[in-house]
């Protein structure tokens, strides 16, 4: 963690700190003692509910979320697989990295899927009209590359999406990033 997160973690919780102990006070000095309790318990159930939620971030993603990103992608897949990792960026959530282990058989469909796309062995993005989706197919040193760039109006970042199946392994690497 650098050093203008870590302060301003620290500055976020002061404050919340503060917010919570004025919302009981306040009210207990205007004679409204249970306002004051009940104002500051929905405080500290919704910070207990975000630090949760934020730590158990990468516990909390499921088969139907990889399913999401696959599909797209335009990638479904047809046997089991399982979630072996899964990273995320904590706090501003710009970039996603998570592990599949598919079966051989959702692998030779893929490796075959992108092999036959019509702009296989392009990988570089042409000039993209906004609010588009654009999709490039190639064979990188040890996988086979899906990779979809989203854009939306002027001025805003895009959304890039990579989904590489190793050559080696019954592996699927997927990415979600905002450069």
């Known amino acids: 963690m650098d050093f203008l997160t870590f302060w301003g973690l620290v500055l976020g919780i002061i404050l919340l700190a503060g917010t919570i102990i004025l919302t009981y006070w306040i009210p207990k000095k205007l004679g409204h003692k249970k306002l004051g309790f009940v104002l500051s318990g929905i405080l500290i159930a919704g910070l207990i509910l ?3 939620a934020t730590i158990f971030r990468d516990y909390l993603f499921f088969k139907s ?3 999401a990103f696959l599909s797209n992608n335009d990638i479904q ?4 697989f399982k979630i072996i990792h899964n990273d995320r960026d904590e706090i501003l ?3 996603q990295k998570f592990t599949l282990e598919i ?3 959702d692998k030779l469909r893929l490796v075959e899927s992108i092999k036959s796309a019509d702009n296989f062995g392009r990988d570089q993005f042409n000039e993209q009209a906004h609010n ?3 999709t490039i197919n ?4 040890e996988s086979f590359i899906r990779k979809s760039r989203q854009t939306f109006e002027p001025n805003m970042v895009p959304i890039i999406e990579i989904v590489e199946v190793d050559k080696e392994k019954n592996v699927l690497i997927c990415y979600k990033y905002i450069p």
Do not use: K, Q
Request: aromatic fraction near 14%; glycine fraction near 4%.
């Open 132 to 134: 588009s989706r654009s």
């Open 65 to 67: 979320d990889a399913n």
């Open 50 to 52: 975000f630090t949760v």
């Open 103 to 105: 079966s051989p058989a």
């Open 138 to 141: 190639y064979e990188g040193n």
């Open 77 to 80: 897949l047809h046997d089991e």
């Open 93 to 95: 959530d710009a970039f």
